[in-house]
């Protein structure tokens, strides 16, 4: 059985789910190689719009498998110094691959998100959490740092410094509500509305233009890493002048006058 699953529950909607539910969808090497590819393969599906990102059973993703990890891809020949180098490489990627991705996500969390499944949570867009939704820092309460695929650049951003450390410092838990009121995630909803709800926001984001959309995602996540407010302005100027050339204005302003929603070819 495959260990992501790839489909399309909805019209130009890619439901992408971790499928490890005896694990907790805990990251095995394996598991991590099949979230590559799958993200390989539905970026370059230009059919899906926008993605929704969760995982089989009572769980999100429960961090690193420490019971069967395996081995990253093509490490043959390689010593000990750059196995190590690689493996953390290998992991370390998933994050950035998330962003790369034209396509939006949006993580329906259900269950834990613990360690590296925080971390896949942060690399999505929008976070979306199920009551039964905890989150925690595993790396610092067990005996390594509090410092893993790209967390601490992404999670003082999402909740503040102080947040932040206190979350990777101390690895306590954390349940969905406190998720919400330090802006972790923007919505808890009861466990059995959570994907639908998930994608129901991505079929409305389906109905926007598809060009803007991508766009607007490009723009978010470069302008976390520019170094000042003219460098972010330069750059959704560029971003707005392109969405000028695709039709939409127009489209949106004939829908507006006939009383009716815009049709977005872009």
């Known amino acids: 059985m495959s260990l992501v699953l790839v489909d399309v529950p909805r019209p130009h909607v890619g439901l992408i789910t971790l499928n490890k539910p005896e694990r907790l969808n805990s990251m095995s090497f394996g598991l991590v190689q099949a979230l590559y590819e799958t993200i390989e393969e539905v970026a370059d599906d230009n059919e899906i719009w926008v993605v929704v990102l969760t995982g089989a059973g009572r769980g999100f993703c429960s961090g690193l498998d420490l019971h069967d990890r395996g081995v990253p891809p093509n490490v043959e020949g390689l010593g000990f110094a750059r196995l190590a180098m690689k493996s953390m490489s290998y992991m370390g990627g998933v994050v950035p691959a998330m962003r790369a991705m034209p396509q939006p996500i949006i993580a329906a969390i259900n269950g834990a998100a613990i360690g590296g499944g925080m971390c896949l949570a942060l690399g999505a867009?929008?976070?979306?959490?199920?009551?039964?939704?905890?989150?925690?820092?595993?790396?610092?309460?067990?005996?390594?740092?509090?410092?893993?695929?790209?967390?601490?650049?992404?999670?003082?951003?999402?909740?503040?410094?102080?947040?932040?450390?206190?979350?990777?410092?101390?690895?306590?838990?954390?349940?969905?509500?406190?998720?919400?009121?330090?802006?972790?995630?923007?919505?808890?909803?009861?466990?059995?509305?959570?994907?639908?709800?998930?994608?129901?926001?991505?079929?409305?984001?389906?109905?926007?233009?598809?060009?803007?959309?991508?766009?607007?995602?490009?723009?978010?996540?470069?302008?976390?890493?520019?170094?000042?407010?003219?460098?972010?302005?330069?750059?959704?100027?560029?971003?707005?002048?392109?969405?000028?050339?695709?039709?939409?204005?127009?489209?949106?302003?004939?829908?507006?006058?006939?009383?009716?929603?815009?049709?977005?070819?872009?």
């Open 125 to 266: 867009d929008i976070r979306y959490a199920g009551e039964s939704a905890t989150f925690a820092n595993a790396g610092i309460t067990n005996g390594l740092t509090g410092s893993e695929l790209g967390i601490t650049y992404l999670l003082p951003r999402a909740v503040g410094l102080s947040n932040a450390a206190e979350i990777l410092l101390t690895g306590r838990r954390f349940d969905a509500h406190h998720a919400l009121q330090i802006g972790l995630v923007s919505r808890v909803l009861p466990d059995d509305e959570l994907l639908d709800h998930a994608l129901d926001t991505a079929a409305h984001m389906c109905e926007l233009s598809t060009f803007g959309v991508q766009m607007t995602k490009q723009c978010l996540w470069a302008n976390l890493e520019v170094g000042s407010l003219q460098a972010a302005i330069d750059l959704e100027n560029r971003n707005q002048l392109l969405a000028g050339y695709t039709g939409n204005l127009d489209e949106a302003i004939a829908a507006w006058r006939e009383k009716r929603k815009p049709v977005y070819e872009e």
